[in-house]
């Protein structure tokens, strides 16, 4: 049974909610250079488009209602429960919010955070000692903070796919991967060899399942040098 409450135009709970997450992200992410700011503002983007169909504006549930009413008739598509596209297609017509896309979302969006904020105090470290994060996430993916965000970001598509975020995702995906390939010319400049030994230990974005982490000397303490920007922050 579908809650028949007001379900869009929410403006003030766009906007809250929109500030509160990114502010959650922003204290684990700390944005400082040019670079920082653009892929940190790219995830913004993502969220306030997000919020804005999810209380605002159902622009994609306009869009596809003929469509809907014609393969799920009797499921009305107006309210917030029937917003969770997902677990409406798939039949549950129990509470949207223990459905299984929505549990799998949480678990997902839960985990992304959880890796942005793990990955901050190596980072922090190695800012401190001019050195290179090896430890922490940084023992396992060359770049964390930026699989955090995507990892977030699939996690809101589970809950609440939307036509203009399902576009936006691969476009966003592709731009953390080049911003991890330009950072990663930018650490072989500042480490040379140390950098080469951590490349070759340690995957870009996703870890081994199997295997030795990969470390920096002595189990992963910072390889000491001149330092770059997303594995230490020194252009923060």
């Known amino acids: ?85 997902l677990e409406e297609m798939v039949g549950w017509r129990g509470n949207p919010h223990f459905g299984p896309f929505h549990i799998l979302s949480d678990v997902f969006i839960g985990g992304g955070f959880w890796l942005l904020s793990a990955s901050w105090p190596p980072l922090y470290r190695a800012q401190k000692e001019n050195g290179l994060a090896t430890s922490g996430p940084y023992a396992r993916i060359r770049h964390p903070q930026y699989v955090a965000f995507v990892v977030v970001m699939f996690g809101f598509l589970l809950q609440w796919p939307t036509l203009l975020t399902l576009a936006m995702f691969p476009i966003l995906v592709f731009m953390y991967w080049r911003l991890g390939k330009t950072e990663e010319r930018d650490s072989l400049a500042a480490f040379g060899d140390s950098y080469i030994a951590y490349m070759q230990t340690t995957p870009g974005f996703i870890p081994r399942l199997f295997g030795r982490a990969g470390v920096g000397p002595r189990g992963g303490e910072p390889i000491t040098n001149r330092t770059t920007k997303e594995n230490v922050h020194i252009h923060r």
Do not use: C
């Open 1 to 85: 049974m579908h809650d028949t409450s007001q379900a869009y135009s929410l403006w003030p709970v766009v906007i809250l909610n929109s500030l509160l997450i990114i502010f959650f992200a922003f204290t684990f992410f700390k944005p400082k250079s040019a670079r920082d700011w653009r892929s940190f503002g790219a995830f913004s983007a993502f969220l306030v488009a997000l919020f804005t169909e999810m209380y605002g504006f159902p622009l994609t549930i306009y869009l596809l209602l003929p469509w809907l009413q014609g393969r799920f008739p009797g499921v009305n598509w107006l309210t917030h429960d029937a917003g969770h596209l």
